[in-house]
Each structure stands twice: as C-alpha cells, then as structure tokens.
C-alpha cells in the first residue's frame, strides 16, 4: 500500500540554525513526490516537484532533495518567516490519487 | 489572475444533515481535487474531477459525492453527515499543462459536525 511518512513531528529551531526534514515514503511506482508549505488557517502553497532519485531542487532557503525510498528539505540559515507545516506527498505513476504525509511543524525561534 | 476560492468560509451542521461545498477554480485550470484535513493530519485525497468526469477516488464512501460544472467550478456535496466528517475541506485544481504536476489549493472550508 502507497504510503508517506514524515519526521519529526515537529521541530523547533533558532534563526539561523539549519537542518533537514524527512520523508519516506513506500509507492509501487513514482509518477512524482511534492513538497508544500501550510501556513495556519490557509491552504497547502506548492514548493517543489521531484520525479527521479538523484534530482535535487532550491528555492531560497529550501533544498529538495530525493532517492528511491526518502526526500530531505534542508533548510539553510532559517528565518522565523519560514515557520509553517511541510507537507510531503506522492503520486503514483497510473493515478489521479495523490497521498499526503502528516507534515512536520517547522517552528523557527528569533 | 484570481487565485482557488471556496465557500463558505465555515460551515456549522448536525449529524445526519447533508451539506454543499463551493469550489472556483483558478482561471484556465481544467482539473479539480478534494480533499479532507483533520486537525494535525494531512490532507486526504477525496476524488478529482478532469472535464466534468471523475477521474480517481480515494477511500471515501459514496455519501461524499460531487460535480464538476463546464465553466470548471465545482461541488462537494456530503450526505447523512458524521462527527467525523468535522475537518477542513480543501479544493485544488490544475492547469492543462501543469509545468511541476503542481495543484494550487483554495483556503478550505471549515465544517464543524455537532
């Protein structure tokens, strides 16, 4: 069965501390796996779309990165503006059905 | 370019009501999801509709149904409502030629089931 997992749960940084966010997922062929930001109170905001081991993407202060069981978003000298739920999803090859993990609370200290 | 809306913004019901939720799709986009969000969880794929057709369905029962209208705006409708269908409803569509796969989501609906 299609499924994601990701960890922590939650993660409490200072400004300016870096770190690394996870995301393991088992799928019976990968069309894509995604990264999106929430914000309390609002919708998922897209980030990044990875499709094959190896790939890597930026943006800002965020890196995706993918190999063939788990994705890492690093994140680089962080800012409190960056505190949201990451989201991590995937899509199978043959399927509309996109399956999201439990998302990790990114909180960033002053 | 307006982005996803959806109304209303909350929506409080009893169980065993039935409720419609709004969908308005970002201009040019053909492709609508659902999606259910309980508190602390991720979103949980409901159905998609591509054209006005359904096009995949996750692990919902046939009390969550829906439409897809020509102009691309869509509907959620839920009958015979559970204390467990309590959770933020999210739409996203996407466009025809999406360059990352990506879906852009509306701000949800809120639905509180007493």
């Known amino acids: 069965e299609d499924q994601v997992t990701q960890s922590p749960e939650a993660l409490r940084l200072q400004e300016g501390e870096s770190s690394s966010l996870n995301c393991s997922y088992t799928?019976?062929?990968?069309?894509?796996l995604f990264w999106y930001r929430q914000d309390p109170g609002k919708g998922p905001e897209f980030l990044f779309t990875?499709?094959?081991a190896g790939e890597e993407k930026e943006k800002e202060r965020l890196k995706a990165t993918l190999t063939k069981k788990e994705s890492f978003l690093h994140i680089t000298a962080p800012k409190p503006e960056d505190s949201a739920t990451y989201l991590c999803?995937?899509?199978?090859?043959?399927?509309?059905?996109?399956?999201f993990g439990s998302g990790t609370r990114l909180s960033i200290r002053p | 370019e307006t982005g996803v809306t959806q109304s209303p913004t909350h929506l409080i019901k009893t169980r065993g009501q039935q409720v419609t939720l709004r969908c308005s799709s970002q201009?040019?986009?053909?492709?609508v999801s659902w999606y259910q969000q309980a508190l602390g969880q991720g979103p949980q794929f409901i159905f998609q509709?591509?054209?006005?057709?359904?096009?995949g369905r996750g692990n919902f029962p046939p009390r969550f149904s829906g439409l897809q209208f020509p102009n691309y705006s869509s509907e959620l409708n839920v009958n015979a409502l559970e204390l467990d269908d309590s959770a933020l409803y999210l739409c996203?569509?996407?466009?025809?030629?999406?360059?990352?796969?990506?879906?852009?989501f509306g701000p949800g609906t809120r639905l509180t089931v007493l």
């Open positions: 509709y591509y054209r006005e057709e359904e096009n």
């Open positions: 996203a569509s996407s466009p025809l030629l999406a360059i990352d796969n990506e879906q852009f």
């Open positions: 799928v019976s062929g990968l069309r894509g």
């Open positions: 201009s040019g986009h053909n492709t």
């Open positions: 999803a995937v899509q199978h090859s043959s399927a509309s059905k996109i399956i």
């Open positions: 990875l499709y094959s």
